[in-house]
């Protein structure tokens, strides 16, 4: 079956530009994470859903980091005045339920580049 | 701050050689979990340890998580070139959020 797919792959966008990143989770994946990874570092939480509510932001750096999950489904991360500190590959992860022992699967990435 | 420090950052080693590495931290985790990462993909799950003590083998890898739920180690025997990639140990509290370690980047040579 299909995994966690991201789109895009790549972003490249100007300082001070909006962008939204997109997730696709596994089909029947209740939980949704997104986790930002820069350069040489582990992934770093930012927030999760449970459902199509956030059950957990406190990863999330600054208000102009916005997150969505409207149907529960697609989750779309949105950042606002980009700044060149936000360049860093951004991860998706669903899993069965939120809990430690549900397995969570990753996707492949956006790298963003603010320029 | 990096709740999860791993050891060593980077790893090059000749096929066939053994290896250790260590995730450390000063806080308790109710269980770890091992990860490795390829380039231009996500982590993928190797294994999830959950009680003081316990050592779990998968192949040539050895996970031990420490008696105080505190740190953790990974040991490869006979290291391949397809062991290659970074390696992440990632911690859950009381939570559902993962805390990742700094991650171990691993080169094997043929």
């Known amino acids: 079956g299909a995994g966690v797919s991201q789109t895009p792959s790549n972003k490249v966008t100007e300082k001070g530009k909006y962008v939204e990143l997109r997730c696709d989770p596994i089909?029947?994946?209740?939980?949704l994470y997104w986790y930002r990874q820069s350069l040489g570092q582990g992934p770093e939480f930012l927030i999760y859903?449970?459902?199509?509510?956030?059950?957990?932001d406190s990863g999330l750096p600054n208000d102009r980091f916005f997150a969505v999950r409207p149907e529960g489904s697609v989750s779309t991360l949105k950042i606002q005045r980009t700044e060149r500190g936000d360049s860093a590959v951004y991860l998706c992860?669903?899993?069965?339920?939120?809990?430690?022992?549900?397995?969570?699967?990753f996707g492949p990435g956006t790298r963003l580049t603010v320029t | 701050t990096q709740l999860l420090e791993q050891s060593p950052q980077f790893l090059s080693i000749q096929e066939g050689e053994n290896l250790t590495v260590y995730c450390n931290s000063s806080?308790?985790?109710?269980?770890l979990q091992w990860y490795r990462q390829e380039p231009g993909e996500g982590p993928v799950l190797l294994v999830t340890?959950?009680?003081?003590?316990e050592v779990k083998k998968l192949k040539r890898l050895t996970f031990q998580f420490g008696d105080a739920r505190k740190d953790s180690s990974l040991h490869i025997t006979a290291a391949q070139p397809g062991d290659t990639g970074l390696y992440l140990c990632?911690?859950?509290?009381?939570?559902?959020?993962?805390?990742f370690g700094t991650g171990t980047r691993l080169q094997v040579f043929p």
């Open positions: 089909s029947g994946h209740t939980a």
């Open positions: 992860a669903s899993s069965l339920a939120a809990g430690r022992t549900y397995e969570q699967y």
């Open positions: 990632a911690g859950a509290r009381n939570t559902d959020k993962l805390i």
């Open positions: 859903f449970q459902g199509t509510g956030a059950a957990d």
């Open positions: 340890v959950v009680t003081g003590g």
């Open positions: 806080s308790v985790f109710s269980s």
